[in-house]
């Protein structure tokens, strides 16, 4: 008996699929829904991802500075944060905020990324916008450095 029953349902189930007629439990839900304009899927980008992707702009900026700011100095902790570089000090404070905060569904990941990759390529652009905040950060000299590398100021021609 339990089979015939479960072969009804299907069968049924079939014919609404080849009929294109939602689902019962879908076709349920008659609340109010706005009108979407053609083409629009009423999908937004969920906080979790645009806070990520702060998180992740922030991270490797803060890593920058830290690796340019510890370059040079006499203590052995500061030393090996100077010499492994932005991107292994990124990577550690990924790994703890990843961890420690749970960072670590699709939404998180992906902004995390697309936040890293946004500071990565945009650094030089900010610091074209905002010279007096770089100059803070870093030094005048790393600030031209980083401006003529990306193409941003033409370097100086020095003459004999």
């Given at each position: 008996?339990?089979?015939?029953?479960?072969?009804?349902?299907?069968?049924?189930?079939?014919?609404?699929?080849r009929?294109?007629?939602?689902?019962?439990?879908?076709?349920?839900?008659?609340?109010?829904?706005?009108?979407?304009?053609?083409?629009?899927?009423?999908?937004?980008?969920?906080?979790?991802?645009?806070?990520?992707?702060?998180?992740?702009?922030?991270?490797?900026?803060?890593?920058?500075?830290?690796?340019f700011?510890?370059?040079?100095?006499?203590?052995?902790?500061?030393k090996?944060?100077?010499?492994?570089?932005?991107?292994?000090?990124?990577?550690?404070?990924?790994?703890?905020?990843?961890i420690?905060?749970?960072?670590?569904?699709?939404?998180?990941?992906?902004?995390?990324?697309?936040?890293?990759?946004a500071?990565?390529?945009?650094?030089?652009?900010?610091?074209?916008?905002?010279?007096?905040?770089?100059?803070?950060?870093?030094?005048?000299?790393?600030?031209?450095?980083?401006?003529?590398?990306?193409?941003?100021?033409t370097?100086?021609?020095?003459?004999y």
């Amino acid at each position: 008996m339990e089979e015939s029953y479960q072969k009804q349902q299907f069968e049924a189930r079939l014919e609404r699929i080849r009929t294109r007629e939602p689902e019962p439990h879908v076709a349920a839900n008659t609340g109010s829904q706005t009108k979407l304009p053609s083409g629009a899927t009423g999908r937004s980008l969920p906080f979790a991802c645009i806070l990520a992707f702060v998180t992740g702009l922030l991270v490797l900026l803060a890593a920058n500075v830290i690796s340019f700011q510890t370059q040079g100095e006499t203590s052995f902790f500061l030393k090996i944060l100077g010499s492994v570089g932005p991107f292994a000090i990124a990577g550690g404070l990924l790994f703890v905020i990843m961890i420690g905060l749970g960072m670590r569904d699709k939404p998180h990941v992906i902004g995390l990324a697309a936040g890293l990759i946004a500071t990565y390529l945009g650094e030089a652009y900010l610091a074209w916008l905002l010279p007096d905040l770089w100059m803070a950060l870093y030094s005048p000299e790393h600030l031209d450095y980083m401006l003529i590398q990306a193409g941003l100021r033409t370097p100086p021609i020095v003459s004999y």
